[in-house]
């Protein structure tokens, strides 16, 4: 599976969850943060090797992980709380682990720029457009490899387009949407052309 076949699979999934349970992965309606993501998995034809959990992602799935670094389209990212912090909650499993960080909920980069990231909370499927406690990201060794894209969309008359205008011009685009409970589309991310 590469990047945008696990963008796609992730969006997938999303349109199906209708709400949060722990331990649940999408298949059924319902799914967790880390569930999300091994869903979208799932989709794509690709096993989740291990233990349902954000933690254990963190440490065993992930290449590079790094505190507040730029983002990339299908990077994971983590929010974590150091030791002594309301909410601290590190399962015992990694209490001999170096990395003491409790990484308590994952989501997926959609889009680096602006910033595009979808998760499973309580309330369901979510989008943010704020990096805000998001501080860890890392890419999931199970996507095969990292592309990055990039849009220039230029007027019939040469101008280049900025974020939110519109053209006749007709473009070809892989065009991935995510979708709201209610079937309406809430997020489209456009492809236009690999770097």
């Known amino acids: 599976m590469d990047t945008m076949q696990f963008i796609a699979c992730v969006l997938q999934n999303a349109c199906r969850i209708r709400g949060y349970k722990l331990g649940h992965d999408g298949s059924d309606g319902y799914s967790d943060c880390i569930g999300l993501i091994i869903g979208a998995l799932a989709l794509g034809g690709v096993s989740w090797p291990g233990i349902n959990g954000t933690n254990y992602?963190?440490?065993y799935l992930v290449d590079g992980l790094r505190q507040n670094a730029d983002l990339k389209m299908g990077d994971l990212v983590f929010k974590a709380r150091l030791p002594g912090e309301k909410g601290y909650d590190l399962p015992p499993r990694y209490a001999d682990s170096p990395?003491?960080?409790d990484y308590y909920h994952v989501g997926v980069v959609l889009q680096a720029d602006p910033v595009r990231i979808v998760h499973c909370t309580?309330?369901?499927v979510r989008l943010d457009e704020k990096r805000g406690d998001w501080q860890y990201s890392a890419w999931l060794r199970l996507i095969?490899?990292?592309q990055t894209y990039a849009a220039t969309v230029t007027a019939e008359n040469g101008w280049a387009l900025g974020p939110g205008e519109?053209?006749?011009v007709p473009l070809t685009a892989l065009e991935l949407s995510l979708c709201s409970g209610a079937g309406n589309t809430d997020v489209r991310v456009m492809i236009l052309e690999e770097l």
Request: a positive charge; proline letters at 0%.
């Open 99 to 101: 990395d003491q960080l």
């Open 144 to 146: 095969k490899n990292q």
């Open 166 to 168: 519109r053209t006749a």
């Open 122 to 124: 309580a309330g369901g």
């Open 57 to 59: 992602t963190a440490r």
